[in-house]
């Protein structure tokens, strides 16, 4: 079953406005990270943030994580064209090497 | 570094016929992992290998689909005999020991088993 579940799964912006997603997941993790899929292609890294973290950023990338509530948001700010993909939430539990992935949200940004 | 190198990139064949796709991890990465995305399942976790060898392959569908690491620079994943189900983009990504968990991936196998 998927650990993550992002939302929403679709998500239609204008250019530089800001993009926000979220990921829920089920059980405790050490680390949860995004990434980021084009058309076609594989999937990059974005950002990690470990368990004991609250917030991170990186450029125009802003994630959050509150394990309390078992979730995260990813805050893509000033949004491009070329940010148009699908991003995942990962998770990394306990003891095992493979990440989790949900089934993404698909972002498209509107010129 | 060239990345995670995966071919071939597309394949087209006929229920019952044997696939082997192929991945080079990243050299010096020392973990390797092989990922099925469909639309309908998402992202899934096939198998992985720490130092050439498989730590879990529980989420290997069917006994028709094997992996090998021979060589820390090589790994394939074997379906025989292939059905239209597994139609799907494979996925090989590699990560280091030491590192902070983040994987790399390739640019993925479009399977296509008609």
């Known amino acids: 079953s998927q650990q993550g579940e992002e939302d929403p799964q679709a998500l239609s912006i204008q250019e530089g406005e800001n993009a926000t997603m979220n990921c829920s997941y089920k059980?405790?993790?050490?680390?949860l990270q995004w990434y980021r899929q084009n058309s076609g292609r594989g999937l990059v890294h974005l950002i990690l943030?470990?368990?004991?973290?609250r917030e991170k950023h990186s450029g125009r990338l802003r994630v959050t994580l509150d394990t309390s509530k078992k979730s995260s948001s990813l805050l893509i700010t000033a949004s491009r064209a070329a940010d148009t993909a699908s991003y995942f939430c990962?998770?990394?539990?306990?003891?095992?090497?493979?990440?989790?992935f949900g089934k993404g949200t698909h972002l498209i940004i509107q010129p | 570094d060239a990345g995670v190198i995966q071919s071939p990139r597309h394949e087209v064949t006929e229920m019952g016929q044997e696939v082997t796709l192929r991945c080079k991890p990243i050299?010096?990465?020392?973990?390797l992992f092989w990922y099925r995305q469909t639309m309908m399942r998402g992202l899934e976790l096939l198998i992985y290998?720490?130092?050439?060898?498989?730590?879990?392959d529980s989420g290997m569908p069917e006994d028709r689909f094997s992996a090998k690491m021979p060589n820390a620079s090589f790994s394939t994943l074997k379906i025989q005999p292939s059905e239209p189900r597994d139609s799907a983009v494979y996925f090989c990504?590699?990560?280091?020991?030491?590192?902070?968990?983040?994987?790399?991936f390739g640019e993925g196998s479009r399977l296509t088993v008609l």
């Open positions: 050299s010096g990465h020392d973990y």
């Open positions: 990962a998770t990394g539990a306990g003891g095992a090497d493979g990440l989790t």
């Open positions: 290998f720490n130092n050439n060898v498989p730590i879990d």
């Open positions: 943030i470990r368990s004991n973290e």
């Open positions: 990504a590699s990560k280091g020991g030491g590192g902070t968990g983040e994987l790399f």
């Open positions: 059980t405790s993790i050490n680390n």
